[in-house]
């Protein structure tokens, strides 16, 4: 007999009578290993590994539902499914809330108990078989649509669409997956230009939703219709990340709008979110509020206004509502938010910055188990989503959305995996940032980078009259030739931002409503 593909443990006081559904299932290449109690069920299951297990319901001794209290300790993920005589609905939720991954009602019909079976086992195969089938025929169309994207729909739809089938293929191909990011490298490149032959226009454009006017045109029109809103942005999200963590907001909120706006470049922080908290654009901040734009690299100066110009565009809108605006910098700060909830959630207008995300990609070059743990990109998501689903933001939404709370959801700008090193020449007092750089004598190969030399022309300071500014593309990252290998080692394969690329331009944007 040829060995099993996968073995059953099947729990049932009356196995004796079941002899004709254990022979039927061994005949088809399956393992069965049969007890009649659930003690001797988790001594067995505490020596060996199975793949299932079929477990009844009504046993003397233990019954079902204890063993699986039981069967959690030391098997948290094996799939169970539950055989029982009744039908009752405060079974069956009962069963479901204990996490079992199917049930079958006595009398067993064998077709049904090999459909359980093959719908645990072999959907995943065929899942993959299919994927591996249509790729080569999904691949030649994505190449055959970037030849034609001609509009920013057509971006923003080709981008999704992407990142779609990438996510699609998390637990399926790993080799696929990389067959698409460079797809997406190439593709970012055109985009980059696209973008660049058109950011003035958009910007001029009041129907283009981008950085300095997505409150305005998005969030400020809610505040009239709604009694409670909560404005909340986490730096450095990008789309993917969003997908990841829209499921655990779909338990708690509806979503009613759903789409992507442009950042602003630099797509850093300094730049973005000040737009997005002003209304302005970086080079309007500074020439109307000179006291609230620091020419500074330090991440605790660069954006310490936020609450004074978010404060001041309020006022140009004429919009007088009680506010709180509270920014989270680590987890210190996220525990006494959660602590304070009831006194927080009180506010008509409360605006959360959230910067655990942004703090992660920059940990990332610093901490090798944080780089082990998003090594790329679908590893990313997968951290992303565990430590939304655990973090007390997460709860703290939870609270928002029970006290009546209309949530508005976006970031400031996105991220990318930097791959390929581009070298530059730069003075001493050049920014730090390895996507972008600002400073006087910028030298660098210009068929790799975008420089833009007048900055004021694209609503960006000056701060020399020598300045000016040049942005990598795609997974591009600027390296100083006498450190390119420590900054090869440092910064390879780290997720950054502040360049132009669709992962860190077209981010989204979501409206929610409380359940």
């Given at each position: 007999m040829s060995k099993s593909r996968y073995?059953?443990?099947?729990?049932?006081?009356?196995?004796?009578?079941?002899?004709?559904?254990?022979?039927?299932?061994?005949?088809?290449?399956?393992?069965?290993?049969?007890?009649?109690?659930?003690?001797?069920?988790?001594?067995?299951?505490?020596?060996?590994?199975?793949?299932?297990?079929?477990?009844?319901?009504?046993?003397?001794?233990?019954?079902?539902?204890?063993?699986?209290?039981?069967?959690?300790?030391?098997?948290?993920?094996?799939?169970?499914?539950?055989?029982?005589?009744?039908?009752?609905?405060?079974?069956?939720?009962?069963?479901?809330?204990?996490?079992?991954?199917?049930?079958?009602?006595?009398?067993?019909?064998?077709?049904?108990?090999?459909?359980?079976?093959?719908?645990?086992?072999?959907?995943?195969?065929?899942?993959k078989e299919k994927t591996v089938r249509s790729f080569p025929a999904e691949f030649n169309e994505f190449q055959q649509r970037l030849q034609f994207l001609r509009s920013l729909e057509d971006w923003e739809n080709f981008y999704y669409d992407l990142v779609m089938r990438e996510i699609s293929m998390d637990d399926v191909s790993h080799e696929l997956q990389e067959t698409l990011w460079a797809l997406k490298d190439d593709a970012n490149r055109s985009f980059a230009k696209f973008y660049m032959d058109n950011y003035l226009s958009f910007i001029m454009d009041s129907e283009i939703i981008m950085s300095h006017n997505i409150l305005a045109k998005r969030f400020f029109p809610l505040l009239g219709q709604n009694e409670k809103n909560l404005l909340l942005v986490i730096d450095n999200v990008r789309l993917d990340q969003w997908l990841a963590i829209k499921g655990l907001m779909e338990e708690y909120f509806y979503i009613d709008l759903e789409e992507k706006y442009l950042s602003i470049i630099p797509t850093a922080t300094q730049y973005a979110r000040n737009a997005l908290f002003s209304g302005l654009m970086p080079l309007q901040i500074k020439q109307k509020y000179p006291l609230y734009w620091v020419d500074d690299e330090e991440e605790i100066s660069r954006n310490k206004y936020e609450p004074e110009l978010f404060e001041q565009y309020l006022k140009r809108f004429g919009l007088t509502l009680k506010h709180e605006f509270v920014k989270i910098l680590n987890a210190n700060g996220a525990r006494q938010m959660f602590e304070k909830a009831n006194e927080l959630l009180k506010y008509p207008l409360l605006v959360v910055i959230y910067n655990f995300v942004d703090t992660f990609s920059h940990a990332k070059t610093n901490v090798e188990l944080v780089k082990e743990l998003a090594i790329d990109e679908r590893a990313y998501r997968a951290t992303t989503r565990s430590w939304f689903e655990h973090s007390l933001l997460f709860k703290f939404l939870q609270l928002a959305g029970q006290k009546g709370y209309h949530v508005f959801f976006t970031t400031d700008h996105g991220n990318i995996r930097v791959k390929k090193p581009v070298r530059i020449l730069a003075d001493r007092e050049t920014n730090v940032n390895i996507r972008f750089k600002y400073g006087r004598n910028l030298k660098c190969d210009e068929r790799k980078v975008y420089q833009i030399k007048n900055p004021e022309a694209f609503y960006l300071p000056k701060p020399d009259v020598t300045t000016s500014y040049m942005f990598c593309t795609s997974s591009d990252y600027f390296v100083y030739p006498t450190r390119q290998g420590e900054f090869e080692r440092y910064f390879l394969n780290t997720f950054q931002h502040g360049g132009i690329s669709m992962e860190e331009i077209l981010v989204p944007y979501v409206f929610m409503k409380p359940k």
């Amino acid at each position: 007999m040829s060995k099993s593909r996968y073995r059953i443990l099947w729990v049932d006081d009356e196995i004796e009578t079941l002899l004709t559904h254990i022979q039927f299932l061994e005949a088809r290449n399956y393992e069965v290993t049969s007890v009649t109690n659930g003690v001797d069920a988790i001594d067995l299951l505490r020596r060996e590994k199975f793949d299932i297990i079929f477990l009844d319901e009504r046993m003397p001794g233990k019954t079902g539902m204890e063993f699986l209290e039981d069967l959690k300790k030391i098997h948290v993920f094996v799939p169970v499914v539950m055989i029982t005589q009744s039908e009752e609905e405060s079974l069956m939720n009962q069963a479901i809330a204990a996490r079992i991954s199917d049930y079958l009602i006595k009398p067993i019909n064998l077709h049904q108990l090999l459909a359980v079976l093959k719908k645990h086992f072999d959907k995943q195969e065929l899942i993959k078989e299919k994927t591996v089938r249509s790729f080569p025929a999904e691949f030649n169309e994505f190449q055959q649509r970037l030849q034609f994207l001609r509009s920013l729909e057509d971006w923003e739809n080709f981008y999704y669409d992407l990142v779609m089938r990438e996510i699609s293929m998390d637990d399926v191909s790993h080799e696929l997956q990389e067959t698409l990011w460079a797809l997406k490298d190439d593709a970012n490149r055109s985009f980059a230009k696209f973008y660049m032959d058109n950011y003035l226009s958009f910007i001029m454009d009041s129907e283009i939703i981008m950085s300095h006017n997505i409150l305005a045109k998005r969030f400020f029109p809610l505040l009239g219709q709604n009694e409670k809103n909560l404005l909340l942005v986490i730096d450095n999200v990008r789309l993917d990340q969003w997908l990841a963590i829209k499921g655990l907001m779909e338990e708690y909120f509806y979503i009613d709008l759903e789409e992507k706006y442009l950042s602003i470049i630099p797509t850093a922080t300094q730049y973005a979110r000040n737009a997005l908290f002003s209304g302005l654009m970086p080079l309007q901040i500074k020439q109307k509020y000179p006291l609230y734009w620091v020419d500074d690299e330090e991440e605790i100066s660069r954006n310490k206004y936020e609450p004074e110009l978010f404060e001041q565009y309020l006022k140009r809108f004429g919009l007088t509502l009680k506010h709180e605006f509270v920014k989270i910098l680590n987890a210190n700060g996220a525990r006494q938010m959660f602590e304070k909830a009831n006194e927080l959630l009180k506010y008509p207008l409360l605006v959360v910055i959230y910067n655990f995300v942004d703090t992660f990609s920059h940990a990332k070059t610093n901490v090798e188990l944080v780089k082990e743990l998003a090594i790329d990109e679908r590893a990313y998501r997968a951290t992303t989503r565990s430590w939304f689903e655990h973090s007390l933001l997460f709860k703290f939404l939870q609270l928002a959305g029970q006290k009546g709370y209309h949530v508005f959801f976006t970031t400031d700008h996105g991220n990318i995996r930097v791959k390929k090193p581009v070298r530059i020449l730069a003075d001493r007092e050049t920014n730090v940032n390895i996507r972008f750089k600002y400073g006087r004598n910028l030298k660098c190969d210009e068929r790799k980078v975008y420089q833009i030399k007048n900055p004021e022309a694209f609503y960006l300071p000056k701060p020399d009259v020598t300045t000016s500014y040049m942005f990598c593309t795609s997974s591009d990252y600027f390296v100083y030739p006498t450190r390119q290998g420590e900054f090869e080692r440092y910064f390879l394969n780290t997720f950054q931002h502040g360049g132009i690329s669709m992962e860190e331009i077209l981010v989204p944007y979501v409206f929610m409503k409380p359940k």
